[in-house]
Nanobody, 119 residues
Framework: QVRLVESGGGLVQAGGSLRLSCAASGRSFESLVMGWFRQVSGKEREFVAA????????NYADSVKGRFIISRDNAKNMAYLQMNSVKPEDTAVYYC????????????WGQGTQVTVSS
């Protein structure tokens, strides 16, 4: 069982930056594809970004492409989401997720961290 713990959320002004972190434990980190998702109250959870097992591949939602950067440090069992040029529409609860497959079957989830972007 994979345990994921997010941190780094908070309040940021539009145009600013924020970095989210995700600490993983319970399974070999290199065996996991790591992803970030977000959810606004009353709406479905949506995909934000994913990074492959050793970081060679990344994938982004069109809404964050060019602004957000996903990365990982396998030596530290950590995944990150660098959020730049944030917009009020980026306000959401952000979740870290893990899968053993590329871009599907994310079965392990963190508790979420709130990101609020003020205009």
């Amino acid at each position: 069982q994979v345990r994921l713990v997010e941190s780094g959320g908070g309040l940021v002004q539009a145009g600013g930056s924020l970095r989210l972190s995700c600490a993983a434990s319970g399974r070999s980190f290199e065996s996991l594809v790591m992803g970030w998702f977000r959810q606004v109250s009353g709406k479905e959870r949506e995909f934000v970004a994913a990074i492959s097992w050793r970081g060679a591949r990344t994938n982004y939602a069109d809404s964050v492409k060019g602004r957000f950067i996903i990365s990982r440090d396998n030596a530290k069992n950590m995944a990150y989401l660098q959020m730049n040029s944030v917009k009020p529409e980026d306000t959401a609860v952000y979740y870290c997720a893990a899968s053993t497959y590329w871009l599907r079957d994310f079965g392990s989830w963190g508790q979420g961290t709130q990101v609020t972007v003020s205009s």
